[in-house]
């Protein structure tokens, strides 16, 4: 009799522990649900942060998309100095990407069209560029190419230019 009490004994304390354990697991189970929705929510909002607007765009215009638009001469341009100090220059070759599905590509895409604006384009590259020293061009050109590309799209008020691309870069 004592086995029987025994084992009657420990079969309750086994169902006792499985009921506990259940009631432990369901409570777990909800705030755990809770806490992912929380950090979903939290790492959301940081992606939303550390985007760039207009990155998505320029990233989703395909090859095919592109025509590529060559501002025709070398842009030599004096740079920011220290009154009194030595004027310093940079030159460059200035190609601008345009996105050929933006609504705005018939008005103003075409070559034809941008060498008409093509004094205008140079003047906000011009004033872009000027406004920064030889140091801050040398040490941030992408900084400088989203400026330019800023300047640009302000020009025309369409982001149909998604991309300014600056090669042949000499100081002097």
Do not use: R, W
Request: aromatic fraction near 6%; hydrophobic fraction near 40%; charge should be negative.
């Amino acid at each position: 009799m004592k086995k029987n009490l025994m084992t009657v004994l420990i079969l309750a304390l086994l169902i006792v522990n499985i009921v506990l354990t259940s009631v432990m697991l369901i409570s777990i189970v909800g705030t755990n649900k809770k806490t992912a929705q929380l950090v979903d929510n939290i790492t959301t909002a940081m992606n939303l942060e550390l985007t760039v607007p207009g990155a998505e765009s320029a990233a989703n215009v395909s090859l095919t998309d592109t025509e590529v638009y060559n501002i025709s001469d070398t842009m030599t341009i004096p740079l920011k100095c220290d009154p009194g100090a030595k004027q310093d220059y940079i030159m460059f070759d200035v190609s601008l990407s345009i996105n050929k599905k933006s609504k705005d590509y018939k008005t103003y895409g075409s070559s034809d069209t941008l060498s008409g604006y093509e004094n205008l384009i140079k003047d906000a590259i011009t004033a872009t560029v000027s406004a920064h020293t030889e140091e801050e061009c040398s040490e941030d050109m992408e900084g400088l190419k989203e400026e330019i590309l800023k300047s640009i799209q302000d020009l025309f008020q369409s982001d149909f230019i998604y991309k300014v691309a600056i090669s042949g870069v000499k100081f002097g």
